[in-house]
Structures are given as C-alpha cells and as structure tokens.
C-alpha cells in the first residue's frame, strides 16, 4: 500500500480546483452575456447560463425549494466525503478521488449559496442535441465518480495464507 497523503496536500488540491472553478465561471459571466454563447467549434459553444435545479437542471423549475434542499444535499456529501477522506484509512487513489468530488462539490455549493444558481459555461452539442451546459465543479465530480466506479470492479486482493491457516 502506498504511504498516505498528507492532509495538507489533499486541502491543497482541493482549494486548487474550487479556486480554478471560481475563476472560470467568474469569467465566462463576466465575459459573456446571460444567456448567449460563442461557438468554438462545431461541437463547442462557450455560454454563460445558470441552473437553479441539480444535474440536468433537474428540479429548476420548482418553486424555490430546491435552493435550500440543494444546498443542504452538498453539504452533507462535502462534509461527509472530507471526514472519510481526512480521517478513515483508505486506498490514496480514493483519498484523491474525494478530494476532487469535494472540490468540486463545493464548487456549485458556493454559487447555491451566493446567488441561488450555478454558473455553467460548457455546452456540448451535436447536430442539434445540446448536452446540459456544465462547469468545471461537474467535470470533477462526473470523472471522480466514473473514477471510484472504475476503481471498484477491480478484484479484492486475495487474503494471504499464513502458516497456521488451515483449510
């Protein structure tokens, strides 16, 4: 087992993506109008949107609720996720895993909590289908997740026999 991350180094790296995230999206909104967008490429449209709802603006168009459901959700999974990551033993992959999903957890988190809304500036496109815009604080979660789940099919690590092991 590799030896274990210190915990200043995982804060480091969280503080180092919400931080990029913060400054992404304070710039695509000061750069580019609500609502509109530039076409980088014919699959890429840099935009500046914001979703009051969840993943795929689910929840958007209810009657404000969601706000303070939202924020308590992220909360919950970046005060739970940075306990398990800072004090439980796990692999290190894992420990950088959380520390990703935190950043980028408390990325959006900090947008609920200022203006109600999350700031997206990423739009996939294709022929007319529009993936949902997103930001930086969901590539991180969506690629830790995949990550995690990739990292979970791996095969237990057989026990190892000891002298007095009998069958």
């Keep these: 087992m590799a030896p274990p991350i210190p915990r200043w180094a995982w804060l480091v790296l969280v503080v180092a993506l919400v931080g990029a995230d913060q400054a992404t999206k304070a710039h695509f909104a000061a750069t580019i ?3 509109t967008g530039i076409e980088l490429t014919p699959w890429l449209n840099l935009v500046h949107v914001l979703n009051t709802g969840a993943a795929f603006s689910l929840l958007a168009d209810a009657d404000g609720w969601q706000r303070p459901f939202l924020i308590a959700v992220g909360l919950i999974v970046v005060v ?4 398990v990551s800072m004090t439980r033993h796990v692999e290190p992959m894992e ?3 959380g520390a990703v999903i935190v950043a980028g957890g408390a990325g959006n988190l900090i947008d609920r909590v200022q203006t109600g809304a999350v ?3 990423l ?3 294709w022929r007319g289908l ?10 991180f979660v969506v690629t830790a997740v995949i ?3 990739l990292l979970s099919l791996r095969r237990p690590a057989a026990p190892v026999a000891t002298p007095d092991a009998r069958p």
């Design 95 to 97: 420990r950088w895993l």
């Design 80 to 83: 739970a996720i940075s306990f």
């Design 147 to 149: 990550a995690w789940a």
């Design 130 to 139: 529009h993936w949902p815009a997103f930001n930086l604080a969901d590539v």
């Design 119 to 121: 700031v997206d500036f």
């Design 33 to 35: 109008p609500l609502g």
């Design 123 to 125: 739009d996939l496109h």
